[in-house]
């Protein structure tokens, strides 16, 4: 399976600030995935990331606020734009299977705090 | 829409005991289900994927089963070990597109 970096592994941030989170995977992937998980709730699907075209963002996800970059098929940016405390989550990317004996693959997560 | 849910929500048990933990899923019509452990404030561990044609999938101490027509899964942990303490969630595919839908997640206790 896919070996994924991501940074940072948390940070604490001002409201109003941007953070991008970066995320390197070892294996050129066609699909990357962003995911946010509030305090106590499980993942909830934040876009889908295709390289060479735009992002694909879920309901109650916009690209102004969480801008996305893809610029080869190995890395990936979420950026979090104008941040308040409700966006304080934990932050996951994650690569579909690289065949299908394998599942998805996440990245280690970046906790975000904003204060 | 898929959902997904997982009972029960929080267990704690000594040490040396097997457990189950349960996954629900409203829509049978899935590509796969995943397992995965997700310690506190870090980010997912696959453990098992069951694909779905398969019935159960094993490794070491663990064992996932699937019952696709019923919309169950199941993950038998057996001698549980205080290292096993973490979230548990399970994750549907479906037929269609790229959507991954996660359930709600058990969080486990092994007590020393």
């Known amino acids: 399976s896919a070996v994924i970096s991501q940074k940072p592994s948390r940070d604490i941030c001002q409201r109003g600030t941007s953070l991008t989170i970066q995320c390197q995977v070892d294996?050129?992937?066609?699909?990357m995935f962003w995911y946010r998980q509030q305090p106590g709730q499980s993942l909830t699907l934040i876009a889908t990331?295709?390289?060479?075209?735009?992002?694909?963002?879920e309901s109650g996800f916009v690209i102004d606020k969480f801008p996305i970059s893809r610029p080869n098929l190995t890395f990936s940016t979420l950026t979090v734009s104008n941040m308040s405390p409700e966006d304080s989550s934990i932050y996951l990317c994650?690569?579909?299977?690289?065949?299908?004996?394998?599942?998805?693959?996440f990245g280690s997560g970046t906790r975000l705090t904003v204060v | 829409k898929q959902e997904v849910t997982q009972i029960p929500a929080a267990l704690s048990v000594p040490e040396g005991e097997n457990l189950v933990l349960n996954c629900s899923f409203t829509?049978?019509?899935?590509?796969?289900l995943q397992w995965f452990r997700q310690d506190p404030g870090k980010g997912l561990t696959s453990l098992l994927l069951?694909?779905?044609?398969?019935r159960e999938q094993t490794s070491g101490r663990l064992n996932a089963s699937l019952d696709k027509s019923s919309g169950r899964s199941t993950l038998y942990i057996a001698a549980s070990q205080p290292g096993d303490s973490a979230t548990y969630l399970c994750?549907?595919?479906?037929?269609?597109?790229?959507?991954?839908?996660f359930g709600t997640g058990t969080s486990l206790t092994v007590i020393p």
């Open positions: 994650s690569v579909g299977p690289l065949t299908e004996n394998y599942g998805y693959t």
């Open positions: 294996s050129q992937v066609t699909m």
């Open positions: 990331a295709n390289q060479g075209s735009e992002a694909t963002y």
């Open positions: 829509d049978s019509a899935i590509y796969n």
């Open positions: 069951i694909q779905s044609s398969q």
């Open positions: 994750a549907v595919r479906g037929n269609t597109g790229n959507q991954f839908y």
